[in-house]
């Protein structure tokens, strides 16, 4: 999960690919081929609400206010990178205790 996170110099690049489903679910999985971390949304990707949920699925996750994320690339695309303004060590152990809490619940 460590080659989704690329750090820079304010902060780290998260790079997701995005799934249309039922519920708002993140991180919902990792795509190693593709080095994603992927995210479930439950909104169309229609006149942007998609990228909403995921900006606020995604700040929820890391207890972070909206404004703290950007979509940095891939606004229209499944594969997005999200910058959010924190460490990558503490982005990978967090991402790691959910990925662990997530998979246990299932």
């Not at 990558?88 to 997530?102: A, D, V």
């Amino acid at each position: 999960m460590k080659e989704a996170v690329e750090e820079t110099r304010d902060g780290c690049l998260i790079h997701i690919r995005v799934k249309i489903g039922n519920k708002s679910c993140f991180p919902a999985g990792y795509d190693a081929w593709r080095k994603r971390i992927e995210i479930e949304v439950s909104e169309k990707p229609e006149r942007g609400k998609a990228n909403q949920q995921i900006i606020k699925t995604i700040a929820s996750f890391f207890s972070l206010p909206s404004s703290s994320l950007s979509i940095a690339y891939g606004e229209t695309s499944r594969e997005k990178g999200i910058f959010i303004r924190k460490e990558k060590n503490e982005i990978l152990r967090m991402l790691e205790n959910g990925s662990q809490s997530s998979a246990g619940g299932n």
